[in-house]
């Protein structure tokens, strides 16, 4: 799955990934979590355009009659996203890419589990797979959210979790957000992530500071699966 990541890129770290100006300041977030705000890269609703907009971070479908009291759906998986009622209109017709500089994941029992941050080496900013949705309540009360795509995990990290956020290679932008590509076809198994021990401070997500990633040891011992 993925539950947390982080965004702490400069406005020419955004250009340089998605090729699309931001018309706000940017703000490093290191510990977003769900129900917050992520920021993604969509083709407009309603012009032959591209923009950068903020989505909340859990998908409603559109014909939910209530929004849900608790945050959920903030995952799809590459699996059943096809199929799935909750997913299936999003991931045909309002696609995003999602822009992350790493994400979290916990290894371990309960209450001792051990967060990892993990990163690509080579690549500054990358993007999620994600879908968005636009949904109205019955008061006249309209918020946009999204979700990230999973899948089974790379071998490159398998040892954190069995599951992995979806990464587009960038080859893949246009047709991904044009819906011209499955997810399976972008997906990439074989996908070499890094990754290292963090302070359990980014379990609490109040917690939003440089210090919950720390610096990046130049080796970390790989761990057995």
């Known amino acids: 799955m993925c539950g947390r990541f982080s965004l702490d890129a400069t406005l020419e770290d955004l250009y340089i990934a998605l090729k699309i100006r ?25 012009r032959v355009a591209r923009e950068l907009a903020h989505f909340r971070w859990g998908l409603i479908p559109a014909w939910m009659k209530e929004a849900p009291k608790t945050v959920t759906m903030i995952n799809a998986r ?20 999602i822009p992350a500089t790493g ?17 690509l080496e080579d690549t500054r900013v990358f993007a999620f797979a994600g879908i968005w949705e636009h949904w109205q309540g019955p008061d006249g009360a309209e918020v946009e959210t999204a979700a990230i795509l ?27 957000l044009r819906a011209g590509i499955s997810a399976r ?26 210090s919950l990633i720390g610096e990046r040891p130049p080796d970390t011992p790989e761990l057995p699966v």
């Open 150 to 176: 999973t899948a089974d995990a790379a071998p490159s990290i398998r040892a954190l979790h069995n599951r992995m956020p979806v990464i587009v290679p960038k080859a893949h932008f246009d047709a991904w």
């Open 78 to 97: 590459v699996e059943t996203i096809g199929q799935k009622p909750s997913f299936r209109d999003a991931y045909r017709r309002r696609r995003c890419l």
């Open 22 to 46: 931001a018309r706000f300041n940017l703000q490093p977030r290191y510990n977003i979590a769900p129900g917050q705000p992520v920021l993604a890269l969509r083709n407009h609703p309603e």
């Open 103 to 119: 994400f979290y994941e916990w290894r371990g029992e309960a209450p001792n589990k051990q967060p990892y941050y993990i990163y």
């Open 185 to 210: 076809e972008v997906l990439d198994n074989k996908i070499e992530f890094s990754y290292y021990p963090v302070s359990r401070a980014v379990n609490n997500v109040q917690n939003d500071n440089p």
